[in-house]
């Protein structure tokens, strides 16, 4: 069977039973140290997960709803964690917990602080005459906006009437920075400026992505590897001390490119780049990955209520990478608590589009596409293989649904000799009628939930 990966981009489409208030995660690890780090990681894929929800349930501004997108990450800097102990034995059993009323002061104080820093800085602007200096310091304006966002979209869980905002807009630092850098002309000079000045060492650096999508295109693949070769940098996600990760928005005749260094342990970012790049550097490139509108649409399902949850990951991490000819990337799923799932591929390349089931063992008939995790395995991250990046590439996605019930009915599929895969459908939309027309209705004695990756493979 052949397995293909590209660029990874994790959403995860559950609600969970309690919106605003206490949030918490769990970690399992052979010492309280680790341990305390799982359940960290866990209660940043929860926040996330529920601060996307709370904002689409919100919102019906479609175009605010496309800006919030880029703000939603596993990076969300967390204040106030509490951890406990919840037990021990082979592995220490950790809880972290976010306490509504008592983070929010520490959150309020942040916006603050942030504003008085920008304040300072515009001060400083307006009393110099030296463009490389109002560069720099726009620079620095730009990444402390775009923490006072991240900041924010965790203050959103605490459902509080805040109307803190920062003192400038993106959009006017933005406007300030192409008046003065406009004259970038080549990729080479652009990957240049954005390392000059960059001493740190054991760097991740993701591919920069258009701010409408998490995917990576084509420019970002050459992007990344050509700055690669101006850092420090480490191949593997968990080796990282730093990731550097950014965006960009296009108009017709230039690119705005913003690259953020964020310290692995604690979140924050140690430095910010905008760099205005002339269309003619990226010249002939794609700009905006294959598949949008339908990734669009498969990670906007609708999200059910439920105490099941139910997340994706690999061992390069969630979001935004891309992977080559012969990577081997690893999958785990994770459930909360003894269940059933299924997966569900959806493949689009320029030999053609469909979807398919996913073996995950080697029993009979639909046995081999479900898997159940006992009570022992729950919470805990499970291998689903190693997969080699192979070809055809293009853009994929894989929707992964999760029962507590036993799952009885499957898509109906046939096996494609030349494909290799158990195919549902050439058609990848109607497949994703079928796997959502087969969710349960929301239930006190049935539980279920769904999450998503997207992933694109370049040669």
Known sequence: MKNRFLSYSFSLLLLSTSLFGDISGTGYGETIKLAKVEALADLSQVIKSEVRTIYKSQSNDVSAQHDFKAQVSSNLPILGVEFKKVSSGELIEMEALLRSKRVEPLYISKFSDLNREMKSILKAIKSSSSKSFIL?????????????????????????????????????????????????????????????????????????????????????????????????????????????????????????????????????????????????????????????????????????????????????????????????????????????????????TKEGKFSYLLELSEGEGNSRFVKFVNADDASKWISLGVFNVEAPYGVESLQVIASNKRIKKLPNVTYDDELGYYVISNKIKKALEHTRGLRPKRSKKVESSEDVISFTTMK
Do not use: W
């Not at 620079?139 to 402390?144: E, G």
């Not at 960009?248 to 690119?255: A, F, R």
């Not at 205005?276 to 999200?303: E, S, W």
């Open 136 to 348: 720099k310091e726009y620079s620095k304006l730009y990444a402390l906006i775009k923490e006072f966002d991240r900041y924010k979209s965790v203050f959103i869980l605490l459902d509080s009437d805040t109307k803190e905002t920062p003192i400038i807009t993106a959009s006017k630092v933005q406007l300030e920075i192409s008046k003065l850098k406009s004259n970038i002309d080549s990729l080479s000079l652009a990957t240049t400026l954005l390392a000059d000045g960059i001493k740190e060492k054991g760097i991740y650096v993701y591919p920069p992505h258009i701010n409408s999508s998490s995917s990576i295109a084509e420019f970002g693949s050459v992007f990344a590897t050509r700055l690669k070769g101006k850092l420090n940098v480490v191949n593997e996600l968990t080796r990282a001390k730093y990731i550097l990760i950014g965006e960009y928005n296009l108009s017709k005749k230039k690119m705005i490119l913003n690259m953020q260094l964020l310290d692995v342990s604690t979140k924050k970012i140690v430095e910010s780049k905008t760099l205005v790049i002339n269309a003619k550097a990226y010249k002939g490139m794609a700009l905006k990955p294959k598949g949008i509108d339908f990734n669009r649409l498969l990670t906007q399902g609708v999200a059910e209520s439920s105490s099941l949850k139910v997340r994706l990951n690999s061992n390069r991490g969630t979001e935004n990478l891309l992977f080559h000819e012969n990577d081997e990337v690893e999958l785990f799923v994770k459930l909360n608590k003894m269940g059933y799932l299924y997966i569900v591929g959806y493949t689009q």
